[in-house]
Each structure stands twice: as structure tokens, then as C-alpha cells.
């Protein structure tokens, strides 16, 4: 069911397919669109997903399903969906809404509202449904939906568990996702996350063209384009998994098979695929494992990056 989208948003899918799959399901999420225009259906798919029992069925046709079709056309009695056109959400919305969630759900063992524009919530509104998100009654799950979390009040932001969209260009996913999912705990990738993740894609590929350009050389630059990076061993760590991914699509192209990470930057793969051997491939790979072995001790960084250098470079 999650298929039609899980290539647009491959991390947030994870997320919530191990979300349901575990039962862990959270009772407040906030999604944060960033600029993805399918946002609404995704979040239908999700709202299916939970609700209904067969979705997760291969053969699941979802017009032929009484409860997806009626989801689908706004008519599913255990689905609320707020919005409003004025500047605010009003307080009577919200106290209305918890006057229908009183009752156990009919018809399926949840029930599910959506609050669209979650900043327009004021302090007024927002009071009127703290204590609904925090304690809500079993089988009640809310989702709000906002443009940017920065634009929604803090009490409630606290009390929500948040899925940002990614917004990043198709290209890059496979590799953010590869890193997202090996390196951070946190249960939904964010804006500051993903562009950290981005910064190292685009070092790796730096760090890499100047090891094929100045060779031993690049000691004497590295710490200069890369010092805050250098700081950390977690980044340093990510970097070279970021490299050895990297080196692996190069050794793909080489030997002409298609690249399986780094689509959308044939431009380097091919740069970096001209002048390396395959055998010289091979070596980067193998030189990168070892490194990623050896830095999780506490060797030191920069004193182990030079013998990486060394390695690669000193002919
Ligand atoms: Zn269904």
C-alpha cells in the first residue's frame, strides 16, 4: 500500500511501516511537509494503513474495500479531518471533536483525527486539546499536518511524535536513506539531519577527487576543507561510510553495471571511474573497510587518515 510512495519518501515510510508493524504506534504525530506536494495522499495511505486490515494484503483493491473507499471519500466514521479557512482553528472545532471521540470506536479499534494547518492552533485553541494528545484514550491516534514545525507552538509540538518529509531531490535518496537508517536513532529524519547528511554526501565525493588528483597531497589539504568534520569521529565515520558506498557505484560503473547509490552524480562516478583500475577500485574499498574498523577504537582520527592517504596515495 505504502509502495506507490515509499521511493518519495523512503525514511518517513520506514518509520511508519515499522511503526505499525511493531505496534508501536505513537498517539500524536505532526508531519511536516517541506514542500512534498503529495503530502495529503501519503497521509491518506497512512490513515489506511492503520485502519484497515487488508491493506497490508498484496491483493488489496482498495476500491472494491468498503472501509479504504470510504476513507477515500471523506465518509469513514472513525476519520475527523479539521481544517479551517480563517487565521485560527477554532476552540469549538476542537471541543466538538473530543465530543465525538468520547464514544469506542464502530467500526474499526481505532479512531484517527487530522488537524490540516496545525500553526493555526493559538494558545486558546491549543489549550483545548493539550491534554487530549497527551492522554488520549486508547485507540485515538492524531495527526497533525503543518508546513514547517518552526511554526507550530512548542506545547504542542512537545507532545507529538514529528515526521518531516524529506525535500530532498530524488537522487540523493538511496544514499541518505542507506546513512539515515546505519547511523541515527532518531525515529524521523529532520531538516537539520538530512542536511548534514547532504554536506557529507557531497565531502565524500571532494575528499575522494582529491585523492585521485593530489594523492599523497591531499594531507597536506584535507584538514583545511574538512576540519569540521574532523572534530567528531561519529562524522568522520559517516564520511567514510558515505566513501565506501561511493567507491562501490564507482566500481559498478566501471565494470558497467548501474550504479546503485550516487544516481544523480554520474558526472563524479565517471570522473573518479576514469582514473582509477578496477584493481585500484577494489584497493579503495578495501583500504575505507579497514579504516571504518580501525577508527571506531580510539585511534587517532587525523593520524589515521594520513596512513589511509598514505595507503592510497603514496606510489
Ligand atoms: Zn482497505
Redesign the pocket.
Known amino acids: 500500500m505504502f509502495e506507490k510512495y515509499y521511493n518519495e519518501q523512503p525514511v518517513v515510510s520506514t518509520t511508519l511501516i515499522n511503526a505499525i508493524n511493531n505496534n508501536k504506534l505513537s498517539h500524536a504525530y505532526i508531519f511536516e511537509i517541506n514542500n512534498y506536494v503529495n503530502y495529503l495522499d501519503y497521509i491518506y495511505q497512512f490513515v489506511?494503513y492503520i485502519v484497515?486490515p487488508?491493506?497490508k494484503d498484496e491483493n488489496?483493491n482498495?476500491e472494491e474495500?468498503p472501509?479504504?473507499a470510504a476513507i477515500n471519500s471523506n465518509n469513514y466514521v472513525e476519520l475527523k479531518f479539521i481544517d479551517t479557512d480563517l487565521l485560527q482553528i477554532k476552540k469549538e472545532q476542537l471541543i466538538e471533536l473530543q465530543r465525538e471521540f468520547k464514544t469506542k470506536p464502530i467500526e474499526g479499534n481505532k479512531k484517527i483525527y487530522i488537524i490540516l494547518n496545525a500553526e493555526k492552533l493559538n494558545s486558546s485553541s491549543a489549550n483545548t486539546i493539550l491534554k487530549f494528545l497527551e492522554e488520549p484514550e486508547e485507540g485515538i491516534i492524531a495527526i497533525l499536518i503543518t508546513p514547517s514545525r518552526y511554526m507550530v507552538m512548542d506545547t504542542i509540538l512537545s507532545r507529538c511524535q514529528i515526521i518531516a518529509f524529506s525535500k530532498i531531490g530524488k537522487s540523493n535518496y538511496d544514499i541518505v536513506k542507506k546513512v539515515f537508517l546505519d547511523f541515527y536513532n532518531e525515529s524521523s529524519m529532520s531538516v537539520e539531519i538530512e542536511d548534514e547528511i547532504k554536506s557529507l554526501i557531497s565531502k565524500s565525493i571532494t575528499f575522494a577527487r582529491m585523492l585521485d588528483d593530489r594523492k599523497k597531497d591531499t594531507i597536506l589539504f584535507y584538514s583545511d576543507k574538512f576540519g569540521d568534520v574532523l572534530g567528531s569521529r561519529e562524522q568522520v565515520i559517516k564520511l567514510f561510510s558515505i566513501l565506501n558506498v561511493l567507491y562501490y557505484d564507482v566500481l559498478k560503473y566501471k565494470i558497467g553495471t548501474s550504479i546503485q547509490y550516487f544516481n544523480g552524480y554520474e558526472e563524479d562516478i565517471k570522473y573518479l571511474a576514469n582514473l582509477n583500475t578496477v584493481d585500484e577500485l577494489i584497493n579503495k574499498i578495501q583500504e575505507v573497510t579497514d579504516f571504518n574498523k580501525k577508527i571506531k577504537y580510539n585511534v587517532n582520527i587525523n593520524l589515521a587518515i594520513d596512513k589511509f592517504i598514505i595507503n592510497l596515495g603514496g606510489k
Request: glycine share 0%; charged share 20%; with cysteine.
Open positions: 489506511k484497515c487488508n491493506a488489496h482498495e474495500c472501509i479504504c
